[in-house]
């Protein structure tokens, strides 16, 4: 299996990059944000709960993410391989994930970092809060703050997959189809 962490701050691309990479690669895209944003648009109890803390562009707690995203795993045995996009965003997400593949006889091939400025951060999230209706995408003081939880509780991922020879960075700045070539580079090497 072809397990990608599409890995980045709020901004940076990684839903533009992940429906490109799923169309070459053939991918299972997994979206916790989505998934939250779905379970919203429900109002299921989890959903509920979740928006409390996406309002204010916190970190929806790790016993409720990684019990979402396993499910939304176990509910698709038969993928070829899957972009986790939006986590792990903690280390213990990154811990939980790594125990959940290797029970299944897994790993995480990849993690790839789109790296952004963080004003051209603001000013893209900014932009698609005309369009997207996400209200933590409309209010500045919100965005960056989900910026300063990225970089405080997020960011020391990259750290702990480079352990084990699995991070990549590449720049986030510049046209899509330039940005998706070094992300495929970086794949097509190990795969
Ligand atoms: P995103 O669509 O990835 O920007 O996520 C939107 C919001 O959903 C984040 O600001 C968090 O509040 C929440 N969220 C998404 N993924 C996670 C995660 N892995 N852990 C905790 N909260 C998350």
């Keep these: 299996m072809l397990n990608l962490i599409l890995f980045g701050p709020p901004g ?4 533009t990059q ?8 053939g991918l299972l895209h997994i979206s916790t944000g989505d998934l939250f944003r779905s ?8 959903g509920i709960k979740a928006q409390e803390f996406m309002s204010r562009g916190e970190l929806v707690p790790d016993e409720i993410t990684i019990g979402m995203l396993q499910n939304k795993v176990n509910a698709n045995p038969d993928v ?6 939006g986590f792990p965003r903690t280390i213990s997400q990154a811990r939980a994930l790594d ?11 990849i993690l790839v970092a789109l790296d952004v ?7 893209r999230i900014l932009l698609r809060g005309k369009t997207s209706g996400r209200n933590d995408d409309n209010d500045e003081s919100i965005i960056r703050n989900r910026i300063k939880v990225y970089e405080e ?6 750290d702990y997959y480079s352990e084990y020879g699995k991070s990549r960075k590449v720049g986030g700045v510049g046209s899509v189809d ?6 495929a580079s970086h794949i097509d090497a190990l795969c």
């Design 178 to 183: 330039s940005i998706f070539e070094n992300i």
């Design 99 to 109: 125990d959940f593949l290797s029970e299944r006889g897994t790993a995480v091939t």
């Design 153 to 158: 509780e997020t960011a020391p991922i990259f």
């Design 80 to 85: 070829s391989g899957i972009i986790f996009d």
């Design 39 to 46: 379970e919203i648009g429900k109002k299921t109890p989890l």
């Design 12 to 15: 940076s691309g990684k839903g």
């Design 18 to 25: 992940a429906a490109n990479l799923i169309e070459k690669y």
């Design 117 to 123: 400025p963080d004003d051209e951060l603001v000013k």
